[in-house]
């Protein structure tokens, strides 16, 4: 089992940067793919970002390539989702997760991922 504590998001202008962290407690996190999803308001939460075990691996949903880098530190048991150029419609609560089922597929889905964190809120102003 993993807990999960995001911190890192708050209110930025257009075009601005931020950079948010999610710290993981528990046993083997270099065990776990970790992903980024998002929820705006009145909308479905959406998949954002992954990465294998290793961070040798990473995908992003379409919108954010090119702007949003995740990383993994093993050692420090973290996962980091670095933001620039940032726009409105990135505005939305991001939820950091955890996917213990050993397969690197289907990371996209919010149902591969059995453990999330309260998620915290990216606010961008126009």
């Known amino acids: 089992q993993v807990q999960l504590v995001e911190s890192g998001g708050g209110l930025v202008q257009g075009g601005g940067s931020l950079r948010l962290s999610c710290a993981a407690s528990?046993?083997?996190?270099?065990?776990?793919?970790m992903g980024w999803f998002r929820q705006a308001p009145g909308k479905e939460r959406e998949f954002v970002a992954a990465?294998?075990?290793?961070?040798?691996?990473?995908y992003y949903e379409n919108s954010v390539k090119g702007r949003f880098t995740i990383s993994r530190d093993n050692a420090k048991n973290t996962v980091t989702l670095q933001m620039n150029t940032l726009k409105p419609e990135d505005t939305g609560v991001y939820y950091c997760?955890?996917?213990?089922?050993?397969?690197?597929?289907?990371?996209?889905?919010?149902?591969?991922?059995?453990?999330w964190g309260q998620g915290t809120q990216v606010t961008v102003s126009s």
């Open positions: 997760a955890a996917d213990g089922r050993g397969s690197w597929s289907n990371w996209g889905l919010p149902s591969s991922y059995g453990y």
């Open positions: 528990g046993r083997s996190f270099s065990s776990y793919v």
């Open positions: 990465i294998n075990w290793s961070g040798t691996s990473t």
